[in-house]
């Protein structure tokens, strides 16, 4: 049941949300941390966010909310119910491998809409997903490498969009800027 060719993606179950997948190459997910990390609801293929806590809590067996996917599957109570989840869990690697990059950006618009919406700016419009020139740049909040072959624009400032912090241009420049911080106008 490992995926072995995905050794970054975890698999699991959720009490509310069902599967889930966490991927730790998703920027924000890379490492262990204090903050909120992003993980897919398969059910319906939506982001979402939780404490790092929360996950990691469940894996070391402090919480049941969370449960890796082979120990959920063992603990399933007939063998047709294993094979069963077995076969849909595999289904769903397949389904997230096709949606890794449109999940991916899905994450990056919720980022962008929350630090704007965190400014008081109109988030519109919408990710443009195809670049206009190739063009590298570097985070001003956030100090991460972006790549507009991988990270979209904004519509509006036409800056790339950090998919770690969710800034871009249209909040560049606003006083009692912090790191992750308070901002003032």
Known sequence: MKNAHQPHVWWGYHRQHGWVVFDRSWPGNKYGRDGMIALVQC???RVFEDSYRAWQEAILG???DYQYAPEYIERLPT???R???ENHLRHLQQEYERRHDTLRKQLTEQRRVRFLRELGI???PPLRRVPRVPRTATCWRCSRDLDNAVDPECGQCEWIVCPNCGACGCGYGYSGYRAFGNWEL
């Open 43 to 45: 059910a319906d293929w």
């Open 62 to 64: 402090q919480s049941s």
């Open 122 to 124: 109109k988030a519109d």
């Open 79 to 81: 063998y047709d119910e």
């Open 83 to 85: 094979r069963l989840a």
